[in-house]
């Protein structure tokens, strides 16, 4: 389950070769400091399932011969397990007032989003197995932790995904790439899934009082 926070840092700024390095208030390395403990924060949990990223980091005024006088920060942290994660959230933003604090910098966060775990329906989960197993298919249960449209539909009616190989196990960037033969076997599988899931066609009569096959 998905949660992201933004941070900004607010230091003192000044042209790179009058401020002395002992009266600085690098709003940069705030920033930079913080997005290794995100790391370490993540690795501490001793669990493959806990991920933290910080998908931004941008220094103002971003000149070569200028002290970053400001730093603005994103981080996403995910895990299939909502206090584990939402432990880790919190010990980066202790970790950012810390940091803060220790370099005479100002902070100030946001959470952004902070969502909870939606699992799949069990019999939606088993139906796409069936489907998998009966057209031949091999196939695996996997965790998921990109942000569906599946964690929103969940909170209204049961849900499942279908994933199709993906050359390399690589996703979400350019070169991302799936082959027609895996396409079709997913298109397959998702339209056997749905007649699974809607059951056994009922005969209904027409006006005239015929019974029409469906």
């Known amino acids: 389950a998905p949660a992201s926070v933004s941070m900004d840092f607010q230091g003192n700024g000044g042209h790179a070769g009058a401020l002395l390095m002992p009266y600085r208030r690098d709003a940069g390395l705030a920033a930079a400091e913080l997005a290794l403990s995100v790391e370490s924060e993540a690795y501490g949990t001793g669990v493959i399932d806990t991920v933290a990223t910080t998908g931004v980091l941008e ?43 220790r370099r005479g910098v100002e902070m100030s966060h946001k959470i952004i989003n902070q969502d909870p775990p939606a699992p799949c329906a069990s019999h939606v989960v088993d139906a796409v197995q069936e489907s998998a197993d009966e057209l031949g298919f091999t196939s695996m249960k996997m965790v998921s932790r990109a942000y569906h449209d599946a964690l929103f539909m969940a909170q209204i009616a049961p849900t499942g995904m279908i994933f199709i190989p993906c050359k390399g196990g690589v996703s979400h960037r350019p070169d991302e790439y799936s082959s027609p033969e895996d396409m079709a076997r997913g298109i397959k599988a998702l339209a056997l899934t749905m007649a699974k899931l809607a059951g056994p066609a009922a005969d209904e009569t027409c006006d005239d009082g015929e019974k029409a096959e469906l």
């Open 59 to 101: 220094v103002h005024p971003g000149a070569v011969n200028s002290v970053p006088r400001q730093a603005h920060v994103e981080i996403d942290v995910r895990d299939i397990d909502e206090e584990r994660r939402d432990s880790v959230l919190g010990n980066i933003i202790r970790h950012a007032e810390s940091i803060s604090a």
